[in-house]
């Protein structure tokens, strides 16, 4: 047990957190002959480890987790060796004894080095603090470098003098700053040094040569004039998954250069460049935070029009291209023009896009969940599809160690990651069934996943590196304009949190739950007029009640008699894409009678000030949104709210026309995602229905699809 209140064990709150246990870092500059003596191995987050370059390592026993919780590996004198967990947890393998008498922080990931002695019990800890503690009779060092409160040291490696007997060492922290104490002989020259970055992941020692391990599992030399050249054989890292915890090296010959994967290099490149990154609003505007300088020299903007969906960035604020809801993308900065995109003219349908590391090629994602390659980009397959339901919201596209696409992950708007092709399965935001609440999914340079919430809150789904610098970052209140969040440069050491506005979280948290318009119930005045009733109903759910008399009489009626019949149905009669067809004190079964649809009330609502815009063949999906976000709708549908048969009659200007006899209009008054239902108030008999969203699809997408929209 370390005894509480040691100066050079505890420094202060880490006393109250110390129980038993072990860190890692590498052996004191020996490895014993029944030890690998070529090669070496890899640690990865959750525990397994991989040998290359010929080694024999007995890797039986050794701890495996679900999480990412494996910190360090060290090799034991005897054979096998000793696993690192974050909390402090030494697991042995391959035969290696059982250590005593070390720190154990339970719940705390602040484990972070472990030396072992020669003598194969005793030897060091290093928290993240940059406190050493010792174990096992190992006499105390002292001059370590010390950060109070911040998690930066990552690496220990401990001198021994001719007698054996530890004398000092030298700590790596995370940005790649080296700091020797006591005696150390060694000259060193320190790693490239990202101030305030978390690049590094450990610091040993083989046969006199000392090297940095950095992330993506990078290993450097920091030995001045050193020749380290290891057997490599076999060797493969994980690409641009930062899952690699410690690479510890059995021999320092036999080899040549580390065998670094393309997207390896390319992860670990951008994660040392610029940091921050760039919101996208509707309009297309770019607003850089985190002191990114990003060139936005070129980039498209359309004013008062809410068509920009997705942003890409260029490696180090180069430039980028922004992606509109009609599928064009817009190249910005040093950005070069992209080809071979699919364009969907006027169908608001593109939602996501990703541009591949060559600069080049890659692929936009449609609202369905269709993949779409461009630039040469290969065809994926097995992602999720929805045809007609406007779900699918956000992609990250899986690349194998050299580059080429593999799979990928889709996010839908209430949430659901779906991995397809070589994509693991990975952990999505929180769900929220029938709550349309994510707008897009990115991952960082380092692999890790981020969903998009709207009004702007971001989730990170993977990976313990997400540290954003978030300086600068605002977003837009309760106003629904924010369409994409770019970030570089995650790795921060601070860990600081996203600064939303209270407006934005109170707004997202309200619409998580239930969306209600606090209004009453509107009944019709006129036998058929219930268009008018229900647009009046939406008027007053903004808050400027316009009386159904009022509407009425603005609608066109060119009234030319009753319908022309053939066969039981109705073959000629008016426009109501035109005016209101028949006498309002008609009757449809007769033929005397019938109503209007969207696009002249439209015209009404937007004569009184109201921003409306008509839907049709639009998908639940479209009700569903608008309501989330506050927007009155009013919908045609059946008044038997069921699925009924839809027939057709010739206009007298030519349109064909389709029609039920059941033809009503409602408007939507509430929506409830986690109950998965919508209130409607009738406006025939002023009351109140609710219905499942299923249901609600199955007999509204039945019989036109048609609605108005207060945005």
Excluded at 59 to 78: C, F, N
Excluded at 629 to 656: E, F, N
């Amino acid at each position: 047990m370390i005894k509480a209140g040691s100066p050079v064990r505890l420094r202060g709150v880490l006393a109250a957190w110390l129980v038993v246990a072990v860190l890692s870092a590498g052996f004191a500059h020996t490895v014993a002959a029944s030890a690998p003596t070529q090669g070496g191995v890899v640690l990865d987050r959750y525990g397994g480890l991989r040998t290359f370059g010929g080694a024999s390592l007995d890797t039986s026993g050794a701890g495996r987790w679900s999480w990412d919780i494996a910190r360090a590996v060290t090799l034991a004198p005897s054979g096998g060796g000793w696993t690192l967990d974050g909390w402090g947890g030494a697991h042995p393998f391959g035969g290696a004894p059982a250590l005593t008498g070390l720190p154990y922080w339970y719940g705390w990931d602040i484990a972070r080095a472990l030396v072992v002695l020669p003598d194969g019990h005793s030897g060091y800890v290093l928290d993240g603090w940059g406190t050493i503690h010792q174990f096992g009779g190992a006499p105390a060092l002292s001059g370590e470098p010390f950060w109070q409160g911040q998690d930066m040291a990552r690496g220990l490696d401990v001198h021994l003098d001719s007698s054996g007997t530890p004398d000092g060492g030298a700590v790596l922290d995370a940005a790649g700053g080296l700091h020797p104490f006591g005696t150390y002989p060694y000259s060193l020259t320190a790693p490239p040094s990202y101030p305030g970055r978390d690049m590094y992941v450990g610091l040993h020692d083989v046969g006199g040569h000392v090297y940095a391990v950095g992330r993506f599992g990078i290993v450097t030399e920091v030995t001045t004039g050193g020749s380290l050249a290891p057997d490599w054989s076999g060797y493969a890292d994980s690409g641009a998954d930062d899952g690699i915890r410690d690479v510890v090296l059995a021999g320092a010959t036999g080899g040549g250069a580390q065998p670094v994967s393309f997207m390896a290099r390319y992860a670990w490149q951008q994660a040392t460049g610029p940091r921050g990154g760039a919101v996208l609003d509707g309009y297309g505007g770019l607003h850089p935070f985190g002191g990114l300088s990003l060139d936005m020299a070129g980039a498209s903007y359309w004013p008062n029009w809410d068509i920009a969906r997705s942003v890409a960035l260029m490696p180090g604020g180069a430039g980028g291209w922004t992606l509109d809801a009609w599928g064009g993308i817009h190249p910005f900065g040093a950005a070069p023009a992209l080809s071979g995109y699919p364009v969907w003219h006027g169908w608001d349908i593109a939602r996501a896009l990703v541009v591949n590391p060559d600069g080049h090629s890659g692929y936009e994602m449609d609202a369905y969940g269709g993949l779409h390659p461009f630039g040469g980009a290969p065809q994926l397959n097995g992602a999720p599809y929805w045809s007609g339901w406007y779900i699918a919201t956000g992609l990250v596209v899986h690349y194998d160690s050299a580059g080429t696409p593999d799979g990928g992950w889709t996010l839908d708007a209430w949430g659901g990651t779906h991995n397809f092709g070589a994509a693991p399965a990975a952990p999505g935001p929180q769900y929220w069934a029938g709550r349309l609440m994510y707008i897009g999914l990115h991952a960082t340079y380092g692999g890790d996943m981020y969903a998009i919430g709207r009004w702007g809150p971001v989730s990170a789904t993977t990976g313990e590196n997400f540290r954003p610098w978030w300086s600068g970052y605002s977003d837009w209140g309760s106003w629904d304009i924010l369409r994409d969040i770019a970030l570089v440069g995650d790795d921060s050491t601070a860990r600081p949190s996203q600064p939303v506005s209270a407006d934005a979280s109170s707004t997202y948290w309200h619409h998580v739950w239930v969306y209600n318009f606090n209004i009453g119930p509107v009944r019709q005045g006129l036998p058929l007029d219930c268009e008018s009733a229900a647009l009046e109903e939406a008027t007053r759910a903004k808050g400027n009640d316009i009386s159904q008399y009022t509407i009425f009489n603005a609608l066109p009626n060119y009234d030319k008699g009753p319908a022309t019949w053939s066969g039981g149905h109705i073959a000629q009669w008016g426009d109501p894409y035109g005016e209101f067809v028949g006498n309002v004190y008609g009757s449809e079964s007769r033929g005397t009678g019938y109503g209007v649809y969207d696009p002249p009330l439209v015209a009404v609502a937007r004569q009184f000030g109201f921003n409306a815009v008509g839907v049709e063949r639009g998908g639940p999906e479209v009700v569903f949104n608008a309501i989330a976000m506050g927007q009155p709708v009013l919908i045609i549908t059946s008044d038997t709210y069921t699925p009924v048969a839809t027939y057709w009659w010739t206009a007298y200007d030519g349109r064909a026309v389709p029609y039920s006899l059941s033809d009503h209009a409602v408007t939507i008054v509430s929506e409830d995602g986690v109950a998965g239902t919508i209130t409607l108030n009738d406006v025939w008999d002023g009351r109140m229905k609710t219905f499942t969203m299923s249901q609600f699809a199955s007999f509204w997408t039945a019989y036109l699809d048609m609605a108005v929209i207060l945005q």
